[in-house]
Structures are given as structure tokens and as C-alpha cells.
């Protein structure tokens, strides 16, 4: 009698890495990427207000923020891995609300999305520091990116069109990605991480992990960098498909901008060659610097529309390479014992751009036009640019034995 031996493949996941965890990020951008330019626009169709919708996004921004803080209480209690699938059934739930298509859903729609894109967020990069080396996480970065690229690239255009095909299209997309993202996660059998904990330490509460980062001035800047890139995404994704509409463009302007920047992700590993070459203090202080420069100019061509798509989709390029370097100053400075609590910590960034974005837009819109903001976004990469002259000249270039 033969004997059917179940492959090994099936049997057991592959022990995560780099790559793995590149493939969970990659799925889980089918889930967002698709989203990222339809929720500005339906947004904008349901309140017809640039204030109001920078209103309610300030007020996710805070609630956000407090949900995220509280994720290393809530491992407490709830395991690692249900809270990660926590977070993609709030994609799910988040898609719902929104095909039920009344103001009060969709306002519930993002907020569930902003909730989960945290939660994954911190859940993530928890995991990340369990199993990459920290002489991998430029790799590690870099492959996120790339394995993302696509769903980023065709995502942006393609929710757009399909929002205006079928509204509920872009967001039954979004339900199934989340629903791909679970089965994956699953089956790579992360369970709660590597438990790395100081012996006698109190069990973790917001405020003493983060008085912990505040005394860690590597952490202070890594995360600052963090929240600027991330205002200045905010900037992009949500105010330059609005100013299209208001300067008599298609709707689709913007998602298709949002496109041909994401493409860019495909160059990546190209970028981080050119990092190595050279050092992540050089590359932070270029990004910011380039990006600034070009969102500025933008803001002096507000007369000639096509001229501000053009420049703050050059202006991306820059964002993107400081998608690869920013983070990295935090974490490279992250302790194994506070791995959880400092994952919370850093993914505030988002958080505290989604309410310092749309806060600034709040007060920059009762007295200049949108266009106004790509300016303001600039002045804080420029800062960004003056603190990160303060980063060591050797950071992530590898010891030489």
C-alpha cells in the first residue's frame, strides 16, 4: 500500500522573513490601495464640503490615536494574532459601511478603515522586529514596498473607476483582499510573536512606555520623520483629487496621479542600492529636502492645474525613498524587551498626521485655497530636513570587519 506523504509546504509555513512578511504586506495593500482615492471622493460627494471633510477626518485622526495607543494593553488580553484579525475584519466591516452609502455609514466606513490600517499597523511591525535582524530591515523595507507596488499602482485608478462603474465595487475588492489577508495570515503561523520581556517588568500601560520614549531622543526623531511623511502623503492623497475637481479637472485626476506615483514603487530596490552607496542621514535630508522644495513650487503654479499634478507627482518620488529610510532611525533604536509598546508608539504617526493634516486644513481653508496646503506640507519637510542633519553619519551602513 502507498503511503501519500503531505507535502512539507503544506504541513508547516515557511519560518517568516523578509520576504514573508512582504507578501502579507502586499495583500494587504489590495485592501487600502483600492480604497485610497475613492475616500476622498466619496467623501467630498456626501458632505460637498472641503471642511467638513477635514472635520471628520480630524476627529478619526484622535480616535484613531487613542485605539492604536491602546493595542499593547489590549495584547494583554487579547493574543497578538486575534488582534491582527481584528484588524482585517474592520476592513471588512469598514467595506460594508460604506455600500450602505448614507453620510453617517461612510463617516463609519473610514473610520473603520483608519482603525484597521493601525491595528495591522502595529500588529505588523511587532512581528517584524521579532523576526527580522536589524541589519535586514532596509531589505525588509524595501521588498514591502516592492510586493506592494502593484496593488498600489493599479489600485488608486482603478477604485476610482470602478467607484464610478459601481459605487459598491472598489469596497466588496477591499472585503475580499482582507479576506485573502487572513487566510494568508494564518497559514504563515506567526501566533503571538517572540515573547521578550524584562524580568519583573510591570505589565505595559500607555503612559510608561511611552514616558520610556520620550527619553529616547533616536525614537523622538525617527517618529517625527515618520509623522512628516506621512502629512505630506495626507496632503497628496486627500487635497490634490479635491483641488482637481475644484480647478474644472476629472475626478479620476487624482486617483490616476496617485497611480503613476505608486508605480514608482517598482524602483525600490533601486533606491535602496543607492542608500547603501551611500548612508540613511544623506538619503533622509535629500528626501525631505527635494520633496519640500517641489511642494512648494507647486503651490506658486496654483494657476496652471496640470502643472501642480505634474510637480506633486515628481514631489512623490521623494516621498517614496523616504518610505524606504525615514522609519529606520526608530527602528534601529527600538529595545527587543519594548518591541510591542514601541510598535504602538511609532504607529501613532499616522494617527497624528490624520489629525494634524486635516486639523491644518481645517484653519489654512477658512482663509487660502487648497492649494495653500501643498506649501504648508513643504515648510514641515524643510524642518524635517534641519533636524535630520542631527542623525548620525553612519547610520544603517554596516560595520566593516
Not at 134 to 163: D, H, I, N, Q
Amino acid at each position: 500500500m502507498f503511503q501519500r506523504r503531505i507535502p512539507e509546504w503544506l504541513r508547516h509555513a515557511p519560518t517568516p522573513g523578509a520576504k514573508g512578511f512582504a507578501i502579507l504586506s502586499g495583500i494587504e495593500a489590495i485592501s487600502r490601495g483600492i480604497l485610497i482615492s475613492v475616500f476622498p471622493l466619496v467623501m467630498y460627494r456626501a458632505y460637498q464640503d472641503t471642511v467638513v471633510v477635514s472635520q471628520i477626518y480630524f476627529y478619526v485622526g484622535l480616535i484613531s490615536l487613542v485605539c492604536g495607543l491602546l493595542v499593547p494593553w489590549l495584547t494583554r488580553f487579547i493574543p497578538r494574532r486575534w488582534m491582527y484579525s481584528s484588524g482585517a475584519v474592520l476592513f471588512i466591516i469598514s467595506a460594508f459601511f460604506a455600500i450602505e452609502g448614507t453620510p453617517t455609514t461612510i463617516a463609519l466606513s473610514l473610520f473603520s478603515y483608519t482603525v484597521a490600517v493601525v491595528v495591522l499597523f502595529v500588529c505588523f511591525n511587532a512581528y517584524v522586529l521579532d523576526y527580522v535582524a536589524k541589519v535586514e530591515l532596509k531589505k525588509s523595507e524595501t521588498l514591502r514596498l516592492f510586493y506592494s507596488a502593484m496593488a498600489w499602482c493599479v489600485g488608486p485608478a482603478g477604485g476610482v473607476w470602478l467607484l464610478q462603474w459601481w459605487t459598491p465595487a472598489p469596497f466588496l475588492i477591499s472585503a475580499f483582499g482582507a479576506a485573502v489577508l487572513l487566510v494568508v495570515f494564518w497559514w504563515m503561523r506567526l501566533g503571538d510573536g517572540k515573547l521578550i520581556t524584562k524580568a519583573r517588568a510591570p505589565a505595559p500601560n500607555p503612559v510608561a512606555f511611552l514616558m520610556r520614549f520620550f527619553v529616547q531622543p533616536r525614537l523622538i526623531s525617527g517618529w517625527l520623520f515618520a509623522v512628516i511623511k506621512s502629512c505630506s502623503w495626507w496632503v497628496y492623497i486627500v487635497c490634490l483629487p479635491i483641488y482637481a475637481v475644484e480647478s474644472g479637472l476629472h475626478e479620476s485626476v487624482g486617483g490616476i496621479a496617485l497611480s503613476i506615483s505608486n508605480s514608482l514603487l517598482f524602483i525600490t530596490p533601486f533606491m535602496l542600492m543607492w542608500i547603501e552607496r551611500n548612508s540613511v542621514r544623506y538619503a533622509i535630508r535629500l528626501g525631505f529636502f527635494m520633496g519640500g522644495s517641489i511642494f512648494v513650487v507647486a503651490t506658486l503654479t496654483t494657476d496652471w492645474p496640470w502643472a501642480v499634478v505634474a510637480l506633486l507627482v515628481l514631489g512623490t518620488l521623494f516621498l517614496i525613498l523616504l518610505d524606504i529610510c525615514a522609519g529606520l532611525p526608530f527602528l534601529m533604536a527600538v529595545r527587543p524587551s519594548e518591541r510591542t509598546e514601541m510598535s504602538a508608539v511609532y504607529s501613532t504617526f499616522r494617527d497624528i498626521s490624520g489629525i494634524v493634516s486635516p486639523g491644518m486644513a481645517w484653519l489654512v481653508l477658512l482663509v487660502a485655497p487648497i492649494s495653500t496646503l501643498f506649501a504648508v506640507a513643504g515648510g514641515g519637510m524643510f524642518a524635517a530636513w534641519v533636524v535630520a542633519a542631527r542623525l548620525h553619519p553612519r547610520l544603517g551602513v554596516p560595520k566593516r570587519v
